[in-house]
């Protein structure tokens, strides 16, 4: 069973950065690709962004790129979400994610272990 466990999230104000981390279980974890989504309060879960299972391809939405670096630590079995320049429109609860692959995905569909989430408030 994969266990995924994010961190890091909390109340920040605009501008102000924040890195969150999914700690993962499991001796598989550099073998799948992974992502990171957010669902904010009304709406559906979107996604953010994903990483190859070695780390060499990223993909962003269009709504964080340049602002988000997604990064992974396969010896620490961690995903990562750098957050910058971050806007009170990035307000949700996010949620880290392994993909049923090695490539990176954009669609919940390609997800299949999810982890509890953690909340981003941006705020002044």
């Known amino acids: 069973q994969v266990q995924l466990v994010e961190s890091g999230g909390g109340l920040v104000q605009p501008g102000g950065s924040l890195r969150l981390s999914c700690a993962a279980s499991g001796r598989t974890f550099s073998s799948y690709g992974m992502g990171w989504f957010r669902q904010a309060p009304g709406k559906e879960r979107e996604f953010v962004a994903a990483?190859?299972?070695?780390?060499?391809?990223?993909y962003y939405a269009d709504s964080v790129k340049g602002r988000f670096t997604i990064s992974r630590d396969n010896v620490k079995n961690t995903v990562y979400l750098q957050m910058s320049s971050l806007k009170p429109e990035d307000t949700a609860v996010y949620y880290c994610?392994?993909?049923?692959?090695?490539?990176?995905?954009?669609?919940?569909?390609?997800?299949?272990?999810w982890g509890q989430g953690t909340q981003v408030t941006v705020s002044s």
């Open positions: 990483i190859s299972w070695g780390g060499g391809s990223t």
């Open positions: 994610a392994r993909g049923r692959g090695r490539s990176y995905y954009s669609t919940q569909y390609d997800y299949d272990y």
